[in-house]
């Protein structure tokens, strides 16, 4: 049995951090219903686009079941209505005004069930001046001082290569899910989880806040190396390979590495660069030794050489390469969905494994009201009423295609 079996999950959610959020909780077991507007919701239409399937929607979407319902029908809140009165948890990445235009804030489905706890994810969260702000991911990298951290020193602020922000809100409103659940689990009550994209990525940044704080360093961007844990990425035949805590490395390691790449002599005790000091000093000698051994190698092979001597190390993948690499396939971190028919488009896995609690098998994001049917009939509505719901445009349905 998955850890969350038995938890019902109504996801109101669009683009990225709601669907995330919710998506991990469908992975570890709780019935996640996908609640869309009739159109549907906009990252079924977001690029990227493969044979008309967003494949940005096939990322956030799996193991859902799907009910699209026009909430600005008096009939269609009360579906809503409906199915707050058996729900654990409602999810919402809306504006911070819309849940309460449409019915579905916390004080209207707590006074209804108060049991349910709502997870409201945006931009700068429910209050401050900022509350009412639109924001993206991008926005929030640049607010955060994130994209003024990134990048080389000499060059402009720049993005992390995909939507971190949204994704670790999502990733920060599951956990929040979980408190609120445990909350209610001991008191009966649920809870309001306010969860801000900007909070999320403020709260990563560590000692950085001290640092500029203290010791007014506000420049922080290092490229490719860290001043701290001493470590860079070298050249190789076909790409980079990356070092870690090569300066500071314990007397073994430093040996080992002096070793490997055909500099013993410096790792006796009377070499300059002996000591972590002595390397420091002499460090522009020391990364082109280096450099001059990683350019020989692939950087799989380096990667090799260095882990085998118990050196800390990486090749600097691109994508394709991660999508071969061993260590993710073992792990099942790649795995694949089935979209529109026979294609097959390679998704993420889930990153937290629980010992005798499998992940669910990874089932397709449903078409638009794909269940919309099934959730009814959960509800008590008759057959003639969902074909009356269907034809006066309160719920919608497509079949999915099948698949070969």
């Not at 990048?151 to 992390?160: A, F, L, S, W």
Request: aromatic letters at 8%; proline letters at 4%; charged letters at 25%.
């Amino acid at each position: 049995m998955s850890v969350l079996s038995g938890i019902k999950v109504l996801d109101l959610t669009h683009y990225i951090a709601g669907p995330y959020c919710s998506q991990i909780l469908a992975d570890y077991g709780a019935d996640v219903i996908k609640i869309e507007r009739l159109e549907g919701e906009i990252g079924r239409t977001s690029q990227p686009i493969h044979d008309d399937i967003s494949l940005y929607f096939a990322a956030e979407n799996r193991n859902k079941r799907g009910l699209s319902l026009d909430l600005k029908s008096q009939k269609g809140k009360e579906i809503l209505h409906r199915l707050v009165e058996t729900a654990d948890v409602l999810v919402t990445n809306y504006g911070t005004k819309v849940p309460e235009k449409l019915g579905f804030n916390y004080e209207a489905i707590s006074s209804i069930n108060p049991k349910i706890s709502m997870v409201h994810i945006t931009g700068f969260g429910t209050t401050g001046p900022y509350r009412d702000y639109g924001a993206y991911d991008g926005v929030i990298q640049s607010m955060s001082g994130l994209a003024e951290l990134t990048g080389h020193p000499d060059g402009p602020p720049t993005y992390v290569g995909f939507f971190i922000a949204d994704h670790l809100a999502g990733l920060q409103a599951a956990l929040g899910a979980m408190f609120a659940i445990f909350h209610r689990e001991r008191t009966g009550k649920g809870r309001f989880v306010d969860i801000s994209m900007l909070d999320g990525l403020v709260s990563l940044l560590g000692f950085s806040v001290a640092e500029a704080d203290l010791h007014g360093i506000i420049n922080q961007r290092w490229g490719m190396s860290d001043r701290f844990q001493l470590s860079k990425a070298f050249p190789t035949k076909d790409g980079y390979v990356f070092l870690g805590s090569y300066l500071n490395a314990p007397k073994k390691k430093w040996i080992a590495l002096s070793e490997l790449i055909g500099k013993s002599e410096w790792g006796r005790r009377d070499s300059p660069f002996y000591t972590e000091e002595g390397r420091r000093e002499n460090r522009e000698v020391l990364d082109q030794a280096i450099a001059d051994w990683t350019i020989q190698y692939n950087k799989e092979e380096a990667f090799q050489l260095l882990q085998q001597r118990g050196i800390a190390s990486s090749p600097v993948n691109n994508l394709e390469e991660l999508l071969k690499n061993p260590q993710m396939k073992y792990r099942e971190m790649i795995q694949t969905v089935k979209m529109g028919g026979n294609l097959e488009v390679a998704v993420p896995g889930a990153a937290i494994k629980i010992s005798e609690s499998p992940i669910n098998h990874f089932k397709s994001p449903p078409t638009l009201g794909e269940h919309s049917e099934e959730i009814l009939a959960e509800l008590g509505f008759s057959e003639l009423e969902i074909e009356d719901l269907k034809t006066n445009n309160i719920v919608r349905v497509e079949k999915k295609i099948a698949e070969f």
